[in-house]
């Protein structure tokens, strides 16, 4: 693993897994909903990743502070980035446009990061939530948040083979 850019590697193994599952489950809206013990690993993988990364994002904008959860995260980002939730993934290949993070806006969790939640404290009641849409925002979401902590990735190799992000956008978003 690139010892510079370890959250970017591990961020591309697990798109990796998201894009592969492609072959079996067209990813398009319709197909959603359909859920998956692939999209529960992919779902807990990025979002466990989103929280580690999360918060090293937050003690880069205040060291001094104490980030516990996902509302001190929020609230410390949209501080530094105000525009962070307008933040937007594309999925070319399938035509399809994500803002992971659009319920902060609203001052809410997303609804993939409490779909995570259920599916790793109660699978048994809550596995349909493991699904398509969820793994694909989370994934998008960390993708958004590793660019937020390493702005040097935009040159790092390799580049997602399923998720894009405007440079224009990660310059709005990040940058300003």
């Not at 591990?10 to 067209?26: N, P």
């Not at 933040?87 to 399809?96: D, H, K």
């Not at 948040?145 to 224009?168: F, G, I, Q, R, T």
């Amino acid at each position: 693993m690139n010892k510079s850019h370890p959250y970017w590697q591990y961020f591309i193994s697990i798109e990796s897994d998201l894009e592969r599952t492609g072959r079996y489950v067209e990813i398009a809206p319709a197909n959603f909903k359909v859920y998956s013990i692939e999209f529960a690993r992919i779902l807990l993988s990025a979002s466990s990743e989103v929280d580690v990364v999360s918060k090293l994002v937050c003690e880069g904008i205040d060291r001094n502070k104490s980030y516990e959860t996902i509302d001190h995260y929020r609230e410390s980002i949209i501080s530094r980035y105000p525009r962070f939730h307008a933040f937007e993934i594309s999925v070319p290949r399938y035509g399809l446009v994500r803002k992971p993070w659009e319920d902060w806006r609203n001052g809410k969790n997303p609804a993939w990061w409490r779909s995570h939640n259920n599916v790793k404290h109660q699978r048994h009641k809550f596995f349909e939530e493991a699904n398509l849409e969820n793994a694909i925002d989370a994934v998008a979401a960390l993708f958004c948040m590793v660019l937020a902590y390493d702005h040097d990735v935009l040159k790092m190799s390799p580049w997602p083979k399923l998720l894009s992000v405007e440079e224009d956008m990660m310059v709005d978003m990040v940058f300003n």
